[in-house]
C-alpha cells in the first residue's frame, strides 16, 4: 500500500473538519441543557471545534495549493466540470465563514451560559451555524472526489 | 433597551458582530477579486496565493475588528436579539451569495 503526503494531508484534512463539526454539534447539545455542571464540558468542546477547524484549514489550504492543481485539470476534462467550477470555488471560501464561526465559538462559551439566556442563544446559533455549513463542506468534498473518479473511469 | 434583560458580555458582543462583518467582507471579497483579476493577481503576490490572502485578511479582520469594538464597548448597546439576527442573517447572505455567484457567474 503506497500512502502519499498528498493522501494524509488530504485525509487528514477531511478527518479535523468533521471532527470540528461534531464538536460543535457537542456544543449545541449541551448548550441546549446548560448548568453548571457542564460548562467546562462545553468551554472544552468550543476549544475543540476550533482548534479542530485550524486544522482542517492548514492542511486543507496546503493540499489546495500544492496538490489540487493536477485533479482540478482532470475535473474540468471529465463529464462534471461544474464540482470545480461551482462546488470547489464555493467550498474553498464558504470554509472561511465557518473557521471564523469556530475560531468565534470559544469567546461566546466563555460566558456562564446557564446564567445568560442571551449567551446561551449566541452559542446555540454558532453552533448551529458550523454544523449546517460544516456538512454541506463535507457534502461538496464527496461531490469533487467523485468528479475525479468518474473523470479518470471515463478516460478508460 | 431594559437594564433588566441578559446583556452579552465585551468580548462576546464585539466579536459577534466582528465575525458578521468578516463573513460578509469574506463573500465580497471573493466576488470582487473574481471580476478584478488585477485584485486576484495581487493577492497572488501577497501571500502566494489568492486564496491564501483572502484567509489572512478575513482572520485578521476578524481579531482585530473584535479587539477594536471590545475597546469601545459600542456592540454591547447593542441588544443580544439583534446581535444574534445580524450573524445569523450574515451567515444565510453569504452561504447563498458565494454559492449564486459560483453558479451564475
Given amino acids: ?156 | 433597551m431594559n437594564p433588566e434583560a441578559p446583556r452579552l458580555g465585551r468580548a462576546t458582543a464585539a466579536f459577534a458582530l466582528s465575525a458578521s462583518i468578516a463573513i460578509l467582507f469574506n463573500t465580497l471579497l471573493a466576488c470582487v477579486k473574481d471580476a478584478v483579476p488585477q485584485l486576484s493577481r495581487f493577492m497572488n503576490a501577497l501571500a502566494g496565493h489568492n486564496w491564501t490572502t483572502q484567509g489572512l485578511a478575513d482572520v485578521t479582520l476578524f481579531f482585530a475588528l473584535g479587539l477594536v469594538l471590545m475597546k469601545t464597548g459600542l456592540p454591547q448597546e447593542v441588544t443580544p436579539r439583534k446581535l444574534i439576527s445580524f450573524l445569523t442573517a450574515s451567515v444565510v447572505l453569504a452561504s447563498i451569495g458565494l454559492a449564486s455567484w459560483y453558479a451564475l457567474f
Avoid: Q
Fill in chain 1, 1 to 156: 500500500m503506497n500512502i502519499g503526503m498528498s493522501d494524509v494531508t488530504l485525509l487528514g484534512h477531511a478527518v479535523f473538519g468533521i471532527a470540528g463539526t461534531l464538536a460543535a454539534l457537542w456544543v449545541f447539545v449541551e448548550a441546549l441543557n446548560a448548568r453548571e455542571e457542564n460548562a467546562s464540558r462545553i468551554r472544552k468542546s468550543a476549544a475543540a471545534a476550533a482548534i479542530s477547524m485550524c486544522a482542517a484549514c492548514v492542511l486543507g489550504g496546503y493540499w489546495y495549493l500544492s496538490f489540487y492543481p493536477a485533479e482540478k485539470a482532470i475535473v474540468l476534462r471529465g463529464p462534471w466540470p461544474l464540482a470545480h467550477t461551482l462546488f470547489m470555488e464555493t467550498k474553498e471560501h464558504l470554509f472561511f465563514l465557518t473557521l471564523i464561526l469556530a475560531l468565534y465559538l470559544p469567546v461566546a462559551a466563555a460566558e456562564r451560559l446557564y446564567a445568560n439566556p442571551a449567551a446561551r442563544a449566541m452559542v446555540l446559533c454558532v453552533a448551529l451555524s458550523i454544523v449546517v455549513t460544516g456538512i454541506v463542506i463535507e457534502g461538496a468534498g464527496a461531490i469533487i472526489d467523485h468528479s475525479v473518479k468518474i473523470a479518470l473511469l471515463g478516460s478508460r
